[in-house]
């Protein structure tokens, strides 16, 4: 079975070396810091768990670009077959984020948009996100960002969300909005967006199947049955490191198919 990871980055020097990285490592275990992967590494990492296709994301924040469009750009070319892209835009400078999607994300080698709240410390139904949303739904791509708490030393609240998150969906009812990295603590309020509304997926992105919470695996076998990706957070964890207890979940045929490839197949339209 072909596998998409769809939350995975080919990190720069100036992000691996961003004060709040140490924070996010601790979360994994690793003392040493984050090795600066290469597309050669990545796509190593990729074979050596099954991983057919990885969703490259760009990093923007209110400092500049730790990860730009451009490099991500880059990185397709190595393997275009196996990369796709996700683009990130500058919040501070609407207009400017409109012209990037409309210039980069054309469904085809970038087929989303990606803002991480925390790094902004806005939450998305923040006025500045709009445009961006407008801008998705113009070009028929979803918006992908971070529900839950954060591993950095950051404030969580950008990712909770009832109300934030519910307000855009809410408001914007023809966008797909992909949370990433599961929604702990506050499932309860993902499993319930998603029986409201018909838009919203998740992905587990940035923990290893074995230790997701148990009331979202018990979502994954129901309401999120078809609303749940596979994803990695690369290189921070290893497709393979993620992947561990994936026959404990004890899915269905059909819900493992949606889950590692089919459900990200038709969110974006791969």
């Not at 296709?53 to 397709?76: C, F, K, R, T």
């Not at 029986?195 to 074995?210: G, M, R, V």
Request: with cysteine; net charge negative.
């Amino acid at each position: 079975m072909a596998i998409i990871d769809v939350w995975a980055q080919i990190t720069t020097e100036r992000m691996a070396t961003q004060p709040w990285m140490k924070t996010l490592l601790r979360w994994t275990g690793r003392d040493d810091g984050l090795e600066v992967p290469t597309p050669e590494t990545t796509l190593a990492a990729m074979d050596d768990a099954g991983v057919a296709l990885a969703l490259l994301s760009a990093w923007g924040g209110p400092n500049g670009m730790l990860i730009s469009n451009e490099e991500v750009s880059a990185h397709i070319d190595t393997a275009p077959d196996r990369f796709r892209g996700l683009a990130s835009v500058n919040l501070s400078d609407p207009m400017g984020a409109v012209r990037d999607i409309r210039t980069w994300v054309d469904g085809k080698r970038f087929v989303g948009v990606r803002v991480v709240p925390w790094l902004w410390d806005l939450p998305p139904n923040d006025r500045r996100y709009y445009p961006v949303y407008t801008a998705c739904v113009d070009a028929g791509v979803p918006f992908c960002t971070q529900i839950g708490h954060t591993g950095p030393l950051m404030r969580s609240e950008t990712g909770r969300l009832i109300p934030y998150l519910e307000d855009v969906l809410l408001d914007f009812p023809d966008l797909k909005v992909v949370g990433g990295h599961v929604g702990f603590p506050w499932v309860h309020e993902l499993t319930s967006l998603a029986i409201k509304f018909p838009n919203f997926y998740a992905d587990t992105s940035a923990y290893a199947l074995h230790r997701l919470p148990a009331d979202f695996v018990a979502f994954m076998k129901g309401p999120g049955r078809e609303r749940v990706m596979f994803g990695t957070n690369w290189p921070m964890l290893s497709p393979t490191q993620c992947l561990k207890g994936l026959d404990t979940l004890d899915l269905t045929e059909a819900q493992k198919d949606a889950f590692l490839q089919g459900t990200a197949r038709k969110v974006f339209g791969l």
